[in-house]
């Protein structure tokens, strides 16, 4: 048995969770076009007859604007220590840059065995993926790289066994049945935030805690979720409710759609906003909404 586990690095809106989710077979991690979509460290694990490989999913790397982006700019570095192995995902449709081989040179100092993910390859022109690899091969990084589609499942199998090949010998750390280490709760909380980067624009998404006040199965059979989504300002607070309830209303029933798929159940959902300001800058408050540092090793 192999098992071990993957750090998943790079630019905001990369594809790296887009990745995870093909890679474990299921939706561990929320993924929308906006960057800085996911803001903790998800584990999503692949179990196989032979091997496990635990994929730690984390932050986008992007300029850090607040104590809520620096927190996940320091789980990104501390996530990136503690594995076997980094697997960096590079966004192929946007093209490699001289950026992408320094940013690829600072992980790569800290020892570990890595290879790149070029992903997006479905909507790159194809003769761009050789001239690429070129510049690869030019800055002599000695790396493998995987040109890939997440969203087509084009040539993940390679990328699989490849690591898989990777992972330590060891028996593996999570049961068989288990995708994710994370809870219910926490998934029903980023499906609403995720509904939220999906509708709305600019800062509001940005902007957005959820905090779920109830969770609960009842003996109908139907899950009784209240959740409260937190902006950070009055005018945000009036856009995301929309006229006559009218925006709140639509993301509402969008999220419990995918609640109910999740939770394999009927939702019953209610959400209400509330205005925090500059929530995103009070250490307190980060807290009560679920941010709290990572401990490294
Ligand atoms: N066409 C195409 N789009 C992709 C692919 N992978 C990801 N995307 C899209 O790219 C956007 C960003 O994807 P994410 O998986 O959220 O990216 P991320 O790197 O996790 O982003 P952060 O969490 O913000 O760092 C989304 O709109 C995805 O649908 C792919 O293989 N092909
Ligand atoms: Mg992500």
Not at 98 to 124: C, N, S
Not at 243 to 272: N, P, W
Not at 288 to 293: A, F, I, P, V
Request: charged share 30%; hydrophobic share 40%.
């Amino acid at each position: 048995m192999r098992s071990g586990y993957v750090a998943v690095i790079g630019r905001a809106n990369a594809g790296k969770s887009t990745l995870i989710n093909v890679l474990v077979g299921e939706k561990v991690s929320i993924v929308s076009p906006k960057p800085q979509t996911t803001r903790d460290r998800i584990l999503g694990v692949l179990t196989e007859n032979d091997y496990q490989i635990v994929f730690v999913d984390t932050p986008g790397i992007y300029k850090a604007r607040n104590a809520l982006t620096d927190m996940m700019m320091r789980t990104t570095d501390t996530s990136a220590k503690s594995v076997d192995f980094i697997l960096f995902v590079l966004d192929g449709h946007e093209g490699v840059k001289e950026e992408d081989f320094e940013l690829i040179q600072k992980y790569k100092a800290l020892g570990l065995p890595m290879a790149v993910a070029y992903t997006k390859i479905d909507i790159m022109p194809k003769e761009n993926i050789p001239l690429d690899m070129a510049k690869f091969s030019d800055a002599d990084l000695d790396l493998d790289v995987f040109p890939v589609s997440a969203r087509k499942g084009k040539n993940i199998r390679p990328l699989k066994e490849f690591l898989a090949q990777k992972m330590p010998e060891g028996e593996k750390v999570f049961e068989r049945d288990i995708v994710s280490d994370k809870s219910e709760r926490f998934m029903i909380s980023e499906i609403m935030r995720e509904k939220i980067l999906l509708k709305f624009d600019k800062e509001i998404p940005h902007g957005i805690a959820i905090v779920i006040n109830t969770f609960q199965l009842q003996d109908n059979g139907v899950y009784d979720i209240n959740l409260d989504i937190v902006c950070e300002r009055a005018n945000h607070k009036a856009i995301l409710i929309g006229k006559q309830g009218k925006a709140i209303k639509e993301v509402s029933s969008f999220a419990r759609q995918d609640m109910e798929k999740f939770l394999d159940a009927k939702v019953f959902l209610t959400t209400y906003v509330k205005v925090k300001e500059d929530w995103r800058d009070k250490p307190n408050l980060l807290r009560e909404y679920g941010y709290e540092e990572l401990k490294g090793e």
